[in-house]
């Protein structure tokens, strides 16, 4: 693309860098915010950069929070004996909207994947154990992709958190989650929570 502005140019290359942008895209994004009021990009800009500077995460589940510790860790409303691991926020976003969850999260921060070299180590592995020790838990919700990744990081949850007294569980595999939650609809994503199984359960499915 040959481009009249260097700074048109540097703006778009900004742009294509998001995942599923384009440069026909970007170019579009970008002559958009430049018919904006100057106002309104600087509120857009401005968005951006409070979002990455302010973010946290919660010391207690990892989700993405405004404060220290999470507004669904903070609520006397949830129900800390139950604890639901997920992959990212995105899977919390996915639970919260089917309304028939009131337990509280736990954000491994990705799976286990070798071909990406991603280990336990890697993830909320560790941090999930100790909330084991210390919380009045008694059941533990595995909500966790049905793919490879899912599947070994699974297992190996498992295996750390078995000896703990509590009972374990899974939501109903083969539904699309995760990264794919989109297309999940919340009926069959609450469904598979109130329906969860236990995890020995669901190993023969
Ligand atoms: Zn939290």
Redesign the pocket.
């Known amino acids: 693309m040959n481009f009249s502005s260097k700074l048109l140019e540097n703006a778009v290359a900004e742009f294509a860098k998001l995942p599923g942008v384009g440069q026909k895209t970007a170019l579009r994004l970008v002559l958009h915010l430049l018919n904006q009021d100057k106002q309104e990009v600087e509120r857009f800009s401005g968005a951006i950069s409070k979002l990455r500077n302010e973010i946290q995460f919660?010391s207690?589940?990892?989700?993405i929070?405004d404060l220290s510790?999470?507004e669904?860790?903070?609520s006397n409303k949830r129900d800390r004996s139950l604890i639901c691991v997920v992959e990212d926020t995105r899977d919390v976003m996915a639970i919260e909207n089917t309304n028939q969850y009131n337990g509280?999260?736990h954000v491994l921060g990705g799976l286990i994947s070798p071909m990406d070299g991603i280990g336990p180590s890697d993830l909320q592995v560790d941090t999930l154990v100790e909330r084991l020790k210390t919380n009045e838990a008694k059941e533990i919700i595995f909500a966790l992709s049905a793919t490879m990744e899912g599947d070994t990081t699974l297992f190996y949850l498992h295996k750390r958190v078995k000896s703990f007294n509590i009972t374990i569980s899974t939501i109903a595999r083969g539904i699309a989650f995760g990264g794919e939650l989109e297309y999940v609809d919340e009926i069959t994503l609450g469904r598979s929570i109130t329906t969860r199984v236990p995890y020995e359960n669901s190993l023969t499915k």
Request: glycine share 0%; aromatic share 8%; charged share 0%.
């Open positions: 919660c207690v589940c990892h989700n929070s510790i999470c669904i860790c903070a509280v999260y």
